[in-house]
Each structure stands twice: as C-alpha cells, then as structure tokens.
C-alpha cells in the first residue's frame, strides 16, 4: 500500500555533493517523521538526519554543517542535500518515513541507494 522510492545516489570524489530523494506513494493520510539512515559494508545501520512533520530536524554529528534534510510535504518527498563528502560517507542510504495509512501507522523504508565517494 505505501512505497518509499529512493534515487540520487551514484560515485562522487571527496569534497563534492549529491542530492537524494525519496518519495512516498500509495494511501497515505499523514507523514510523521521522515528521515535517512545509511549502512556501511559491516557497518549496523545509523541515523543520518531526521526530519519530523513541523520541520524540526536531527542530525548524526559525523555530518552536521555539511548534510541538510528537506521535506516537500506537498510531493511526500524528503531530500538530503549531501555537501563536502568525504570517504567514510560511504554506504548505502536508506529513507525511513512513519506514515498513517489504512488502518494502522507503521515505519516504511525505501530499498536503498548506493553512495561512493572515491577518488
């Protein structure tokens, strides 16, 4: 009933930027928090940024000042503005979003999008 579509993701060198989307689609009444989780190869998966319904956002310390997360609640589309990239950016992103849909709220993820950086 509800997908979380990611794109964006590719291969940058250090220090340049990327942009991710995901858009969420199907029945959807309401979204709560929406947010970006990345894994590492070996890596547990960690919190990058989050962003709730009245615009307040959470960032990991390994990216405050260069990541920024944006929500178009219009489209139900989160973005993550990715600037100064460095190596250890490096896994796959995932977007999370809670959404009220028919009959119950449950967290959503999107399949992922792979980010390289390398030189």
């Known amino acids: 009933q509800v997908q979380l579509v990611e794109s964006g993701g590719g291969l940058v060198q250090p220090g340049g930027s990327l942009r991710l989307s995901c858009a969420a689609s199907?029945?959807?009444?309401?979204?709560?928090?929406m947010g970006w989780y990345r894994q590492a190869p070996g890596k547990q998966r960690e919190l990058v940024a989050t962003?709730?319904?009245?615009?307040?956002?959470n960032y990991a310390d390994s990216v405050k000042g260069r990541f920024t997360i944006s929500r178009d609640n219009a489209k139900n589309t989160v973005y993550l503005q990715m600037n100064s990239l460095k190596p250890e950016d490096t896994a796959v992103y995932y977007c999370?979003?809670?959404?009220?849909?028919?009959?119950?709220?449950?967290?959503?993820w999107g399949q992922g999008t792979q980010v390289t950086v390398s030189s």
């Open positions: 999370n979003a809670r959404i009220k849909t028919v009959g119950t709220i449950g967290d959503y």
């Open positions: 962003g709730s319904s009245g615009a307040r956002t």
């Open positions: 199907g029945i959807i009444f309401s979204i709560y928090a």
